[in-house]
């Protein structure tokens, strides 16, 4: 197969447990990255899509000054990294970009207690009791049996980058059903994370919002979050807003 087409890069996405999603395209668009630049983190990365959209994005001229900045991404699914590899080496940004075959656990082992990242990104399972698909690589990407929000907050208050005089810290960008936004904001709380940004996602303005991509850094409970929407579609086609979003990605 030719793969999933974007205008600067093609997803190949035979092995991969999950295709190119809805899902992964808003989080890899609409996610704040770091004008630090560093080293970033994709968490469950499947074919590496919210990765590349990632490496365009800090090779484009918005962040184009930034040259110290690498995404290291990480799934426990072997085909997923091994066909997540390949779509790096094939894109234009292949120095900047690393395929780990490591859960997150073991990721953190691997990497010690003072590896820091500026970003850490993900599009985690968030079926949670519900009928499993008989597939068990989709049910292990779907499903938080293998990877719970629980263990990203812990990780992420461990592994991002702390505020100083100088900087305003590292960036944790998440996209869960929109009915978890009270749950995973208290749950940031304990780890000392607090949102500094949530787009409400809507597929049709009559329909409540049915995604949300929460944003969070250590001590932006200071000031209040920035909240905002997007719909997707009106009509029988892509919003203004969602095509200017993803402009510079879609075809």
């Not at 793969?3 to 999603?21: C, E, H, N, P």
């Not at 592994?159 to 944790?172: E, F, S, T, V, Y």
């Not at 780890?191 to 944003?215: D, N, Q, S």
Request: net charge negative.
């Amino acid at each position: 197969m030719d793969g999933f087409r974007f205008k600067q890069f093609t997803v190949s996405q035979d092995k991969s447990a999950l295709k190119v999603s809805t899902d992964a395209v808003l989080l890899g668009a609409a996610m704040t990255l770091p004008d630090c630049g560093g080293g970033m983190l994709d968490i469950g990365t499947g074919t590496g899509v919210i990765a590349l959209m990632a490496a365009q994005r800090m090779s484009g001229l918005e962040y184009a000054r930034i040259e110290d900045w690498h995404v290291t991404a990480i799934d426990i699914d072997s085909p997923s990294i091994e066909e997540a590899s390949g779509n790096f080496a094939a894109s234009p940004w292949s120095a900047h970009l690393k395929a780990v075959n490591l859960s997150l656990r073991q990721y953190g082992e691997y990497i010690g207690e003072d590896a820091v990242f500026s970003s850490i990104f993900t599009n985690p399972p968030f079926y949670d009791g519900s009928l499993k698909n008989p597939d068990c690589r989709k049910s292990a990407a779907r499903h938080t049996d293998s990877l719970s929000v629980e263990e990203i907050l812990s990780f992420a208050s461990c592994h991002l980058l702390h505020p100083d005089d100088k900087r305003d810290g590292g960036i944790l960008s998440m996209i869960l059903p929109a009915e978890e936004e009270t749950n995973l904001v208290r749950k940031a709380a304990s780890y000392g994370l607090f949102p500094f940004r949530l787009l409400r996602i809507r597929t049709v303005p009559a329909k409540k919002p049915r995604r949300i991509i929460a944003e969070f850094r250590f001590g932006a409970g200071k000031r209040s979050a920035r909240e905002e929407e997007i719909t997707l579609q009106e009509g029988n086609a892509r919003s203004e807003e969602y095509r200017r979003l993803t402009e510079d990605f879609y075809l």
